[in-house]
């Protein structure tokens, strides 16, 4: 508890965030674990006892992790002083408050009569919770004790009304933290799964609403709260989110140690340390969610109650072959329990949940796991069908997959979901661990399943689609969540395409169509990377995603899946401009493909090829400037646009009939539009040589220069028809573009287009260089220029 029962937080002034390690104020040893939780606790207990105020009529109350008796290193104390109508009461109080506050720990504080915490119980939930775990610290303990009874008293009768509520008020917390399981660096007491679900697990089992606490949450309970000592004493403060640079640190002392996990055509797959600690959060955070799932449930039943027939049985209605609702769950039919159960009951029973948005009950998960037949290989139709139905439900998807997972239905369908199973994933623009992503990836699919020709196919691509991810032969760019251009090297696309071709031959897909599905993956990120990093106006361009994509039903089933892929993955992702340039290309493409014929490239807008000099023309996200033609024009727009905080997209180069134009495509870097009027002007001073623009954009873009990993430049010689095209991949900053443009324009090479795409804390810059493929000498000296730019 985080001062549920609190007047303020911190309440000395001036105290701040104060972080004191609770080991050094009450002088016990370090540690990590309960035997450590509980010394910190009972040698608290002592020191407040020393400083508190003797005097009858008040007791001291400790409630959240010191009422528990499970003080963090660096946690909060949670006090109560309480009183039977004492005078001076505010006196006494400063005079226990101020000790704390001068030894350095946080403290949450109040100052109540037993009827007061009470009063404040019934108004709101959050105190009435915290209540339950005070306990008497000093002073009288009959009135402590008075405070504990009445207020477990308290809860127990109104816990059925107090609940929905409560409900509430968690799921706003699940909504701005999301959930522990599936994320790369959540919070391991507000995310969903994570320590404050525990407390309401407690609650919950205090009101004999259900049993709650089981063994295997007390298991994920002691683990979680081990996690969160080490990561105070990692990171020296209290913090409770577990970052990426922390992970390692972590492990390190819980004692968990790289292991070999899954295999892949005999060959092992090794995970970090990091990684290791990663996964048994998840499982913990699994084991809580669950709980607190069946805890909900067993609460809106006491709440609701259910029909009952005229015999006093629970009404049971039919909602698919072999699958009953029975009191808000699906059970089995009494039909479906035979002497040899169908092997794709397990299927359909999912596919119900997901489609009715029903749970499953408890018991009947638990007899699908010991009973349900394995699959054969091929499957029958009707789990092939049921596998389809489940992936396309929607909303209902994530809740009913979750529920199988738990009780090892999914190991029994897919195999490979072992290693799949709480996967990390390094990168800064995704949000999930791998499984979640894939399911989350199909979710999003079936958003989009009346756009093509095979739903289905959609369906089951996007699910697998990430399936090579974390083995042996991905290469750097999947390792290091990179998506490289296709045909790079060895990527998680090329290694997932076998494996998601074989899933889909064994679930019964006849060859043509588990062929496509490998195709899907394999060419998963070709749409997305040409979009950002290829010259749409180039032929070469569209002829060569033409050639690759073979045909129209294949380019629709992948625009599907990169637009499902983007938003599985994160915020960052995806953007209004990529959808544009992705649906640009997609446009572009289907077009060569249905005329055999490759579109010409765009026309220059016409109020740029006539009238004076210079011209500047501002839209909603495009920048368009002509200028008389001379060298380095192209890095002096980039770099104008840095000076007022725009970020370039893209960027083409022409020269007709003399006059050089620049046409870039751009975004706020940071939301906010600039004032269009100080920027035509600038941009009009800055092409026509104004010297005094040009030493701000100087000043400006040395000043922005990044920090991080070496940049590195990669040619490629037969990507475009008329220019050699040299990609950048450099950490991401302020005015790269200007810099980068100037220093190839100083080395005598000469840019018709740029594409910049940004990945996190990266970029992945193209420029077209035109003339003939440079010598090696030449190469060597772009190269030094550039990177001597960045």
Known sequence: MTSLIKENASGHPGDGDANFLINEVVGVPGGIGADAR???????????????????????????????????????????????????????????????WDAGLRLDHSVRTVAEALSVAQDDVKVALGLLDARHVAGDPVLADQLVRTAADHWRRTAVRQLPKLREITDARWEAHGELAFLLEGDLKEAAGGLRDVGLLRAIATAGVTDALRPAVHAAHRRLLDTRDALHQQVGRRVDRVVAQERDGVAALLGLRASLTGDADAETVTIGDGDVLLRRVAGD??????????????????????HRSAAGRPLRRPV???????????????????????????????????????????????????????????????????????????????????????????????????????????????????????????????????????????????FLHDIGKGLPGEGAAGRAGRHEPAGTFADHSTVGAPLAEAVATRIGLPDDEAALIAKLVRL???????????????????????????????????????????????????????????????????????????????????????????????????????????????????????????????ADAATVDGRALVQCRVQPRYGLAPDPIALTADLRRAVTGDVSVTQRLRGRALAARARGAAPRVVWHREAATDAVLLELRAADAAGLLYRVAGALDEAGAQVRAARISTLGGDVVDVFYLVGGWPTPADRERIETAVLAAV
């Open 285 to 306: 955070a699994r084991t809580v969610s669950h709980a607190l799932d069946d805890a909900w449930r067993a609460a809106d039943r006491l709440r609701a109650g259910r």
């Open 38 to 100: 509980r010394a910190r606790a009972e040698a608290l207990d002592g020191w407040l006892r020393g400083i508190f105020p003797a005097r009858a009529g008040i007791a001291l109350v400790a409630v959240g992790g010191l009422g528990r008796r499970q003080c963090a290193p660096y946690g909060d104390v949670d006090l109560v002083l309480l009183h039977a109508g004492v005078p001076g009461i505010d006196e006494l109080a400063a005079s226990l408050w101020y000790p704390i």
């Open 320 to 462: 698919a072959r072999d699958v009953v609702e029975q009191d808000g769950e699906l059970v089995l039919a009494r039909t479906a329990i035979g002497a040899r159960p169908d092997p794709s009951l397990s299927l359909r029973v999912a596919a119900a949940a997901a489609t009715t948005r029903l749970p499953i009950a408890r018991a009947t998960c638990e007899w699908l796991a010991a009973y349900c037949p394995p699959l054969p290989a091929p499957w029958p139709p009707a789990a092939r069908a049921a596998l389809i139905t489940l992936l396309g439900a929607g909303p209902g998807l994530v809740p009913a997959w979750e529920t199988c997972d738990r009780y090892g239905l999914i190991d029994g369908w897919l195999p490979e979901w072992t290693r799949l199973r709480s996967l990390p994933q390094h990168n800064p623009v995704h949000r999930f661990t791998l499984d979640r992503h894939l399911v989350q990836a199909a979710y999003e699919a079936s958003r989009h399943t009346r756009d093509v020709d095979r739903p289905d196919l959609l369906l089951l691509g996007a």
């Open 524 to 650: 998963h990120l070709l749409l997305p990377d040409v979009a950002t990093r290829r010259d749409l106006s180039d032929p070469k361009t569209i002829a060569g995603v033409a050639q690759r994509v073979g045909d129209t039903t294949t380019l629709d089933l992948l625009h599907g899946l990169v637009r499902a892929d983007a938003a599985a993955t994160g915020p960052a992702a995806w953007s209004e401009w990529k959808g544009r340039l992705v649906a640009e290309l997609v446009a572009r493409v289907r077009t060569a493909l249905d005329t055999g014929v490759v579109p010409a490239p765009p026309a220059p807008d016409p109020a740029l090829v006539a009238g004076p000099l210079p011209v500047v023309h501002l839209g909603e996200d495009r920048v368009s400037v002509a200028a008389a033609d001379r060298r380095g024009l192209l890095a002096t727009v980039a770099g104008c646009l840095a000076l007022h905080r725009l970020e370039v997209i893209s």
